[in-house]
């Protein structure tokens, strides 16, 4: 079963808005990465925080993860039309940390 | 340098029919996974090889499906006696670390 809930599952926004994704999960968790796939292939990999962490940034990417909701947001800003993916978020376990675990996705659409 | 690989990148099959899908993982990478996307969905944990380790099968879904890591590299996902529902975009991703994972195109595969 999949362990990450995603929400919104679709989000449309017109470019040089933010986009915000939560993410939310069941159990314990070491790390939460988030993961962007185009066109129904391969997943790139684009952030990961740890357990112990509350925030981190990346370029235009911004993650928080609140372990007492058990839930994480991605936060895109400026967003360009070639931002337009889907994301997943990706939990792995507190004492297995080698196997992630996937949510169900967020279609984000960027219109020029 | 390379990264992962899949082949064939799409394939067509009858029912009943077996298959078989192929992952070069990078080089160098101990960990090898595969997953399953079916239309629009997140992805399934399928199975897991790490190093000479016992894999992990734990998200195989039935005796139908069996995956082999033929000497710590290249891996081979088949599926028996292919049914309609087994129509989806298979994956295989390979890491290091056991924390960021590196994926492949994936294969596309349509049961008929």
């Known amino acids: 079963s999949q362990q990450g809930e995603e929400d919104p599952q679709a989000l449309s926004i017109q470019e040089g808005e933010n986009a915000t994704m939560n993410c939310s999960y069941k159990t314990s968790i070491n790390n939460l990465q988030w993961y962007r796939q185009n066109s129904g292939r391969g997943l790139v990999h684009l952030i990961l925080?740890?357990?112990?962490?509350r925030e981190k940034h990346s370029g235009r990417l911004r993650v928080t993860l609140d372990t007492s909701k058990k839930s994480s947001s991605l936060l895109i800003t400026a967003s360009r039309a070639a931002d337009t993916a889907s994301y997943f978020c990706a939990t792995a376990f507190l004492y297995n940390t080698d196997k992630l675990i996937f949510g169900t996705g967020t279609r984000l659409q960027v219109f020029p | 340098g390379a990264g992962v690989s899949q082949s064939p990148s799409n394939k067509v099959t009858e029912k009943g029919k077996d298959v078989e899908l192929r992952c070069d993982p990078i080089?160098?990478?101990?960990?090898l996974y595969w997953y399953r996307q079916s239309l629009g969905q997140g992805l399934e944990f399928l199975i897991y090889?790490?190093?000479?380790?016992?894999?992990?099968k734990s998200g195989l879904p039935s005796d139908r499906f069996s995956a082999e890591r033929t000497g710590g590299s290249v891996s081979t996902l088949t599926i028996q006696r292919t049914q309609q529902e087994d129509s989806a975009v298979y994956l295989c991703?390979?890491?290091?670390?056991?924390?960021?994972?590196?994926f492949g195109p994936g294969t596309r595969l349509t049961v008929t």
């Open positions: 925080i740890r357990s112990n962490e």
């Open positions: 080089s160098g990478h101990t960990a």
């Open positions: 991703a390979s890491s290091s670390t056991g924390i960021e994972q590196y």
């Open positions: 090889f790490q190093g000479n380790s016992a894999p992990d």
